[in-house]
């Protein structure tokens, strides 16, 4: 069953975080949409807040207008239902882009239609993904200015090194990580472009993250982290030099707990180690890797730029 949940309690209707006293109960409620699969992808309107766009490993593309009381399912023109990413438009929330398996899809009527885009891609294979998108996402800056990532983070595969980017709001695209940049095999799982005049952005791969402060022209590895798996990055909105990052945990058997969330304090140049409070259990070699905790799933609260939420993909955390 596909669900999504809403965390509630009992004492506010809307709490903030620091309404929320250390230790105080809160309670789960399933707000939809049913179905069968994993939802991979939750985003929301910019400008609506009462619009909820979620995708779905096998349903495709899952739509709410009432804050997630009901939903409706729009896959009109998709032929891959896998949704790996959902990008709205900052400038107009009627554009929506969708990364997914077999490549980006775009919409210009609000999600009630799809069309394919492959200019700038390679050309459709016929027994494998020629341009598989693992993360997309607009700039905050430029609406006109897109970027995704290529791979298959779930399935931790068919990397190909490279992230591409649009300013025709994804209607053609273009590589800007020339050979080389990127390890060739590397999986992009997470991109995202600071707000503000001193804009940066990060891409977060399983070889390492890399850093551009030039829209993409150029890309800077960072150096000194624990290890390369990074999967996904988190601005601050109320503070774009601060910004976070989650680790994928490659320990297993006797190794270290090595997963865990880094935090920058200098528009992500250098980054400490935060891991205090979250799970870290270490699985078997021969158990999947859900019985090893590893964070993944980070976003920052909108007015505080140190409360953070953060998913761990365990089954037993």
Same mark, same amino acid.
């Given at each position: 069953?596909?669900?999504?949940?809403?965390?509630?309690?009992?004492?506010?209707?809307?709490?903030?975080?620091?309404?929320?006293?250390?230790?105080?109960?809160?309670?789960?409620?399933?707000?939809?949409?049913?179905?069968?699969?994993?939802?991979?992808?939750?985003?929301?309107?910019?400008?609506?807040?009462?619009?909820?766009?979620?995708?779905?490993?096998? #349903? =495709?593309? &899952?739509? $709410?207008? /009432?804050? *997630?009381? @009901?939903? !409706?399912?729009?896959?009109? %023109?998709?032929?891959?239902?896998?949704?790996?990413?959902?990008?709205?438009?900052?400038?107009?929330?009627?554009?929506?882009?969708?990364?997914?398996? #077999? =490549?980006? &899809?775009? $919409?210009? /009527?609000? *999600?009630? @239609?799809? !069309?394919?885009?492959?200019? %700038?891609?390679?050309?459709?294979?016929?027994?494998?993904?020629?341009?598989?998108?693992?993360?997309?996402?607009?700039?905050?800056?430029?609406?006109?200015?897109?970027?995704?990532?290529?791979?298959?983070?779930?399935?931790?595969?068919?990397?190909?090194?490279?992230?591409?980017?649009?300013?025709?709001?994804?209607?053609?695209?273009?590589?800007?990580?020339?050979?080389?940049?990127?390890?060739?095999?590397?999986?992009?799982?997470?991109?995202?472009?600071?707000?503000?005049?001193?804009?940066?952005?990060?891409?977060?791969?399983?070889?390492?993250?890399?850093?551009?402060?030039?829209?993409?022209?150029?890309?800077?590895?960072?150096?000194?982290?624990?290890?390369?798996?990074?999967?996904?990055?988190?601005?601050?909105?109320?503070?774009?030099?601060?910004?976070?990052?989650?680790?994928?945990?490659?320990?297993?058997?006797?190794?270290?707990?090595?997963?865990?969330?880094?935090?920058?304090?200098?528009?992500?140049?250098?980054?400490?180690?935060?891991?205090?409070?979250?799970?870290?259990?270490?699985?078997?070699?021969?158990?999947?890797?859900?019985?090893?905790?590893?964070?993944?799933?980070?976003?920052?609260?909108?007015?505080?730029?140190?409360?953070?939420?953060?998913?761990?993909?365990?089954?037993?955390?």
């Amino acid at each position: 069953m596909l669900s999504i949940l809403l965390a509630v309690t009992p004492f506010l209707a809307q709490p903030t975080p620091s309404d929320i006293p250390a230790g105080a109960d809160i309670t789960w409620r399933n707000v939809g949409p049913g179905g069968g699969g994993w939802i991979q992808s939750i985003a929301c309107d910019p400008r609506r807040e009462e619009v909820l766009h979620v995708g779905c490993d096998v #349903g =495709g593309y &899952y739509r $709410s207008d /009432d804050g *997630g009381l @009901t939903y !409706r399912i729009r896959n009109a %023109g998709l032929r891959d239902y896998f949704v790996e990413s959902i990008a709205v438009c900052p400038g107009d929330p009627k554009v929506i882009l969708l990364g997914n398996e #077999g =490549g980006v &899809y775009k $919409s210009t /009527d609000d *999600g009630k @239609t799809w !069309r394919w885009i492959r200019q %700038g891609f390679p050309e459709p294979q016929r027994y494998a993904f020629a341009a598989p998108i693992g993360c997309v996402v607009f700039d905050p800056n430029d609406p006109q200015r897109a970027y995704a990532g290529i791979g298959r983070p779930r399935w931790g595969k068919d990397g190909r090194g490279r992230i591409y980017a649009s300013d025709d709001q994804g209607e053609s695209w273009r590589v800007c990580t020339p050979e080389g940049v990127l390890p060739g095999d590397a999986i992009v799982s997470d991109i995202e472009v600071a707000p503000g005049t001193e804009s940066y952005v990060l891409a977060a791969t399983t070889k390492g993250l890399y850093r551009s402060a030039d829209r993409g022209a150029t890309w800077q590895r960072i150096e000194g982290l624990p290890h390369d798996w990074v999967q996904e990055v988190a601005v601050a909105p109320s503070d774009p030099k601060i910004t976070y990052a989650t680790l994928r945990t490659t320990a297993r058997d006797a190794e270290p707990w090595n997963g865990g969330v880094l935090r920058s304090e200098d528009a992500g140049l250098t980054w400490e180690l935060r891991t205090d409070g979250l799970p870290n259990r270490v699985g078997k070699r021969d158990q999947p890797h859900q019985m090893t905790s590893t964070c993944k799933e980070i976003v920052v609260d909108p007015t505080d730029p140190d409360v953070v939420y953060v998913g761990d993909t365990a089954w037993v955390s």
